[in-house]
């Protein structure tokens, strides 16, 4: 049998493996956006890989079918056949990616099934040619395009659910295209055309010309799978714009996450809008003491009873949901229990449509800051404190002062009347004696004010401390349903301390017990030795105590009640300042004061004193009145005073006294005096006076008359540091025995020394 030379057009040969790499290549750009996607948009893009293959595979089929030419023979198509041939790969291209997208296992037999598909489609595609001839098949050549049309699909498959580059699947394409075209002519080097027995039985059939519809076949594949590609690389970008955008914003996501979790000296916690926690970070561990087990818990259990009962958690809440935000300082209470000072804020978390969909809790621990703002506030209470101490001190000693010499003029006036009156009458008499005790008091107390002013230095001196408190019996009478008890060893020792500010001192206690018991009750002054030791040495103290059954204080009230100025009594009944003047004391004496108190049962005050070494001496007593003797040896005086009482009550004494007195009213007239005053035995001076001072006048003096013999009168207990400043001195306010004896003294230390004065700095 004689077989026709087929021919094929070079320009639709290599058009037919153009569409053929470009359908791969499509194809697989396709695959990797099904791979990528989900859902619907998966099922797109397998729709659309599914068509670039199988119908690009067809398309590359059918030009190069086109392509194939008879000599003398006209060739056309059966559309029913052509359209199968067209079906038959997209459907079965669809099946094998969509198997092998869920079972990659199922590669080969998908591989397989589309290659026999590609195959099928070649076959119905030649089935579909109407010409003049018969066909014929090698089955050798058959057998090859099967092989290739196989290995090409399995490859394709294969590369379409791995991740390649666009490099990878340009160069795939390419070698795809070229694989399925081998198959193509592969196949059709196995036609076998044979001239027909008779034409006439292909006479009445219409076909479809041939150039034409290869071009319109090639072009409409050509814009489909730039259409395909176009949407597969528009995609691709879209995802990798959102892909980076996702990761830029889990990168800050992760970067937010581990600021909050890293901060870890704060407490930040994630809540529900019904208040419950649903996150928290690791500051919140480690501030609250929590774990998983708060997951889910009210953030209630953060608060104290107390605010839970007052509602303070819901409201926070409510105001943070109103205001946006919410900041209040409180106590939080941790999970073991113990409570600490802190900084809320509670900020409200809102969704795009404004709803509340949270809050943001952030706790922070303030308790040192908080410490050192009460720290800073104690400073500036004690600083104003101070300067109110200081205020009043200087303002003390100086009414102090005139108070002085005020007592010293009416002193010295009761000594020289009761002298001059007529003592027979024992009513007379006992009225001067009331005002000179009155006198005496009041020197008593102006000495109390200059002490609690700080103004006078202690002279300590050995105290019996129980003949002390029986001295004090007519200070220590109170009103009737108040008792006094004393309680003391027989082998007591004697303590060093000044006996004015100790007994000052027990004074101030007791009036505070009587003060803490209204209804009335009993007050215990006793003593006791204590001794303990410091690591140096033994140390030996005496503990005077005093005892009231009185209200007590709470602990609040005792922390605070040695504090200047701190007082519970009401407004006009106490200034604070007993407890600080006996603390004081206690302090500069060597030891200090301790204070026990319950509410309800009472308070005791404890003065430790130190314990006297030497044998005791008599403490200073209000001496009664006797009959001062003249002095033996008449001197001539020179009185100088700028209060014209103190001035002629110190003359009067002294001329009582049998000494001749000058008087001047300034220092600068006392220099005038003795100018023209041959002979001055002693100078009476006052310290403080207008122009010049005591001690100035004495140092004019000195230049001028050196060995004059001073005696300083002041009632101020602290004079200015200098050479001067060891004169002999006597306090205001003076009686006329004190007045005697201190020029007695003043006159045998000159004496003593051989010269008038001796002017030394006095030894500390």
Not at 142 to 152: E, F, L, R, T, W
Not at 350 to 375: K, T, Y
Not at 699 to 725: C, I, K, M, N, W
Request: proline residues 4%.
């Amino acid at each position: 049998m004689h077989h026709h030379t087929a021919f094929h057009d070079p320009v639709l040969v290599a058009l037919s493996i153009l569409i053929a790499a470009l359908a791969s290549y499509t194809a697989l750009d396709l695959a990797t956006r099904m791979r990528a996607a989900s859902g619907r948009a998966s099922r797109a893009w397998l729709a659309a890989a599914a068509n670039a293959m199988g119908g690009g595979i067809w398309s590359m089929h059918f030009v190069g079918m086109l392509a194939f030419s008879l000599p003398g023979i006209e060739v056309s198509y059966d559309p029913f056949q052509t359209l199968l041939s067209l079906l038959i790969p997209i459907v079965v291209a669809a099946a094998a990616f969509a198997v092998v997208g869920r079972r990659p296992r199922a590669l080969l037999a998908s591989g397989l099934a589309m290659g026999l598909a590609i195959s099928g489609m070649h076959y119905t595609g030649m089935g579909a040619m109407r010409m003049a001839a018969s066909i014929a098949y090698d089955p050798r050549w058959v057998v090859i395009s099967i092989v290739i049309a196989v290995s090409a699909s399995v490859v394709a498959l294969w590369l379409a659910f791995r991740n390649t580059s666009a490099v990878q699947r340009l160069f795939a394409g390419l070698v795809m295209g070229l694989a399925i075209s081998g198959m193509h002519y592969a196949a059709m080097a196995g036609a076998l055309f044979a001239p027909p027995v008779s034409i006439a039985e292909h006479a009445g059939h219409l076909g479809v010309g041939q150039a034409p519809l290869a071009f319109l076949l090639a072009g409409t594949t050509i814009i489909i799978l730039g259409i395909g590609l176009a949407a597969a690389v528009y995609d691709r970008a879209s995802a990798e714009r959102a892909e980076r955008e996702a990761g830029a914003l889990r990168r800050s996501e992760e970067r937010f996450r581990l600021l909050v979790e890293g901060v870890a000296d704060h407490a930040i916690f994630m809540l529900d809008p019904d208040g419950r926690v649903g996150n928290w970070n690791l500051g919140a561990r480690r501030l609250m003491g929590y774990g998983d087990d708060i997951v889910g818990t009210s953030y209630v259990i953060f608060h104290t009873e107390e605010d839970c009962a007052a509602g303070l958690p819901a409201r926070a809440l409510l105001e943070a949901e109103r205001d946006g935000k919410s900041a209040t300082e409180g106590w939080r209470v941790r999970k073991a229990g113990s409570r600490f000072w802190a900084e809320v804020t509670i900020v409200a978390v809102r969704n795009e449509s404004g709803a509340i969909i949270g809050f943001a809790e952030i706790v922070r621990d303030v308790s040192e800051r908080r410490r050192a703002q009460e720290a800073l506030e104690r400073t500036r209470e004690a600083l104003v404190m101070s300067q109110k101490m200081e205020t009043i001190g200087q303002l003390t000693g100086g009414i102090a002062h005139d108070f002085n010499n005020l007592l010293a003029a009416v002193i010295g006036s009761l000594e020289l009347l009761k002298k001059r009156l007529n003592m027979d009458d024992p009513k007379i008499q006992r009225l001067v004696d009331n005002a000179m005790q009155g006198a005496l008091r009041g020197a008593s107390l102006t000495q109390r004010m200059l002490a609690f002013a700080r103004k006078q230095d202690l002279k300590p001196v050995v105290v019996d401390v129980p003949d002390l408190v029986r001295g004090m019996t007519s200070l220590l009478k109170f009103d009737a349903g108040i008792r006094i008890e004393t309680r003391f060893p027989m082998d007591l020792p004697n303590v060093k301390a000044d006996a004015n500010q100790l007994e000052l001192a027990i004074l101030n206690l007791a009036v505070n017990a009587r003060d803490a018991m209204p209804n009335g009750g009993v007050i215990t002054i006793a003593a006791r030795e204590d001794r303990h030791d410091d690591g140096v040495a033994v140390k030996r103290h005496v503990a005077l105590s005093v005892t009231d059954t009185g209200c007590g204080m709470d602990e609040e009230t005792l922390k605070h009640a040695q504090e200047p100025f701190f007082t519970t009594k009401g407004t006009g009944k106490g200034t604070g300042l007993g407890l600080s003047m006996v603390n004081g004391l206690a302090e500069q004496s060597g030891g200090r004061l301790v204070l026990e108190s319950r509410l309800g049962e009472g308070t005791t005050a404890e003065i430790w004193l130190p314990v006297a070494e030497v044998a005791a001496a008599q403490a200073p007593r209000d001496e009664p009145i006797v009959s001062i003797p003249r002095a033996s040896r008449r001197l001539s005086v020179l009185v100088v005073d700028d209060d014209l009482l103190v001035l002629e009550n110190t003359a009067a004494m002294l001329e009582d006294l049998g000494h001749a007195v000058v008087e001047a009213r300034s220092g600068e007239e006392a220099l005038a005096l003795l100018r023209r005053t041959r002979t001055v035995d002693l100078v009476v001076t006052d310290y403080a006076m207008p122009g010049m001072t005591g001690l100035q006048f004495a140092d004019a003096v000195a230049a001028e008359r050196p060995g004059t013999v001073f005696l300083l009168s002041t009632g101020y207990a602290e004079l200015p540091s200098g050479e001067r400043s060891s004169l002999p001195r006597i306090s205001k306010p003076f009686d006329q025995a004190a007045l005697a004896k201190a020029i007695e003294a003043a006159m045998r230390e000159t004496e003593h020394t051989g010269s008038v004065v001796a002017f030394r700095p006095k030894s500390a």
